[in-house]
């Protein structure tokens, strides 16, 4: 039974303990999705066996010639299993609107998210640039569904990046399970939670977001939605600067002004300098603000996802 107040995240069903790749086994359980598991809830998927593929079966692999993109047994290439792969990415897609992000399997002709072996119709390699196509199909109806790949996931960046677009876009399709369209208010109300890490990943978003959050559009309130939520997940899924952050820790600290004192204030903005010159990691200024903003609360910054610590590098290189 899935959870509702965790996102849900659909994930290669061999990636979690089923046994059911072609060679009839599963995939080493990886530490980094049992806890990624405590957060999200998993649902596990396999295209191959859905579309009625045995385990264990002959490998199949991505054709590609001028007419198109086929998913074709390795050896025989008889048959052709692109079209039902794609009908139940389409299917889940339906079945799973409230999907928040999705993980996919390295390398996989179904499963695989980037650099999948590729051939030609005489059986001679192309560059390794494909992409799986139930993978493909999935990202084609959610252009904005945060997705990753299993080995990708060890990188603590892309993890923690990974962590925070599916949080967001959870929350996202939780204001959106109405079917009604959210008003400004709730996008505005959505937004301050994010605005410093928009700020801190792209400061042209930040100011964007500003502008079109700054009156209704009363013509298509649709419209105004679709493009902020576009706007926000695009910022997140690229990667924030220290630059960025440094801005947003700056204008966080501005919140704190009438409660510190002048020596508090001067030792905060040297944690700050100290990591802007990259002699101290993200997570300390962030504890230190904290700190001052647990002595001194204040509702707005409270909220604020930037200060959480799950959106914070585990490693920092940032
Ligand atoms: S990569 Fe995808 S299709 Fe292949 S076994 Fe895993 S879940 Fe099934």
């Known amino acids: 039974m899935l959870n509702d107040n965790k996102p849900k995240v659909g994930i290669g069903a ?3 303990g089923h046994a059911v790749r072609y060679s009839g086994d599963a995939k080493k359980r990886s530490h980094v999705l049992d806890k990624l598991s405590e957060t999200m809830d998993m649902l ?3 295209p191959e066996v859905a579309i009625g593929l045995p385990v264990p079966r002959e490998p199949i692999r991505i054709v590609e010639n001028d007419s198109g993109i086929y998913v074709k047994d390795s050896e025989s290439q008889t048959v052709d299993y692109a079209e039902p792969l794609r ?4 299917e889940m897609a339906e079945k799973h609107s409230d999907f928040a992000g999705y993980i996919f399997v390295k390398g996989s002709p179904s499963c695989g998210f980037e650099r999948v072996k590729r051939y030609n119709d005489k059986g001679n390699a192309l560059p390794n640039t494909g992409v799986g196509v139930y993978a493909q199909q999935l990202m084609d109806n959610d252009p904005l569904l945060p997705v990753e790949e299993n080995g990708r996931l060890h990188d ?5 990046n990974f962590v925070r677009r599916v949080h967001a876009y959870h929350e996202w399709k939780q204001i959106n399970r109405t079917g009604e369209v959210p008003t400004l208010h709730q996008l505005s109300r959505f937004y301050s939670r994010y605005k410093y890490l928009v700020m801190a990943h792209s400061i042209t978003t930040y ?3 500003g502008r079109l959050l700054s009156k209704p559009d009363r013509q ?16 997140l899924k690229s990667s924030a600067t220290r630059k960025g952050y440094t801005n947003a820790l700056s204008h966080i600290k501005g919140y704190l002004k009438r409660d510190i004192s002048s020596t508090e204030r001067i030792s905060i903005d040297d944690v700050i ?7 101290v990691p993200l997570i300390v200024p962030v504890t230190l603000l904290n700190h001052y903003f647990n002595t001194y609360p204040n509702d707005y910054i409270g909220q604020q996802t930037f200060l959480q610590n799950s959106v914070i590098p585990a490693k920092a290189g940032i």
């Open 14 to 16: 061999c990636l979690v």
């Open 44 to 46: 596990p998927l396999c």
């Open 87 to 90: 009908t139940f990415a389409n």
């Open 156 to 160: 603590p960046n892309l993890r923690e």
């Open 207 to 209: 100011k964007a977001i």
């Open 220 to 235: 298509n309130p649709q419209r105004q939605a679709d493009q902020f939520i576009d706007m926000l997940m695009t910022a």
């Open 273 to 279: 300098d100290q990591y802007r010159t990259g002699d």
